[in-house]
């Protein structure tokens, strides 16, 4: 579960898609190249921001991935019972 929040108001909701990412299901798909390192020029100056790479399963770079729409909308209905 994870803490949603709406302005003033707090809810507790289910995060389905994490029990999707642990499933390897098609419609999270696992980033495994690349980071999220970012270089800037500002004033004149070059300067670099060190990120994260990205590794296979959960990362600080990409968390557990990105979604396949197509099959990501279905397995979510699935997950919650519709």
């Known amino acids: 579960m994870y803490l949603a929040k709406s302005g003033r108001q707090r809810c507790f909701a ?6 999707l990412a642990a499933a390897h299901a098609p419609g999270i798909v696992d980033v495994t190249k690349g980071g999220n390192t970012v270089s800037f020029t500002q004033g004149g100056r070059r300067h670099t921001v060190p990120g994260f790479t990205a590794r296979p399963g ?11 729409a197509r099959y990501l909308v279905g397995e979510l209905a699935s997950a919650v019972g519709h």
């Open 14 to 19: 289910p995060n389905p898609a994490g029990g």
């Open 58 to 68: 959960y990362d600080l770079a990409s968390g557990v991935g990105t979604v396949n």
